[in-house]
């Protein structure tokens, strides 16, 4: 099972992280997104990445990540770094809809976009 959407919005292509309710960022995670941006690098002409109502992602899977051995933990930085210089370069515009906390390695994911939009039920007028 993906923890990884991709919503069709025509030329537009949404990312959502579905990794639980925090969007931890783990192997799956990785693996995930980096699947999802050679199909959108190919199909799309534009990207928007997105997370949960609460977080965009709470960052690296620590209880996850603390139980990998140190040749695991090199490929685990190894992969990660290259999705985020990926996403970086990706070859279209890209967007990253912030509706939640970007903590830590989650806000290393929003800074490789384009734009950051950010939003707060809590913020709209009335």
């Not at 099972?1 to 960022?25: F, P, W, Y």
């Not at 190919?42 to 609460?54: D, H, M, R, T």
């Not at 210089?85 to 990706?90: G, I, V």
């Not at 509706?99 to 290393?108: K, L, Y």
Request: charge should be negative.
């Amino acid at each position: 099972m993906s923890v990884i959407t991709l919503e069709d919005q025509g030329t537009v292509a949404v990312l959502r992280l579905a990794n639980k309710t925090t969007n931890a960022i783990n192997g799956q995670l990785v693996h995930d997104l980096y699947q999802a941006l050679n199909v959108v690098s190919n199909q799309y002409k534009g990207l928007v990445l997105a997370g949960g109502e609460k977080f965009f992602s709470i960052g690296l899977d620590l209880p996850e990540l603390l139980q990998l051995n140190q040749s695991e933990m090199d490929e685990f930085w190894h992969a990660f770094n290259h999705l985020a210089y990926d996403l970086f370069t990706l070859p279209l515009p890209t967007v990253c809809a912030l509706s939640g906390h970007a903590v830590a390695g989650g806000n290393v994911l929003a800074l490789t976009c384009d734009y950051r939009l950010g939003g707060s039920e809590k913020n709209k007028s009335v």
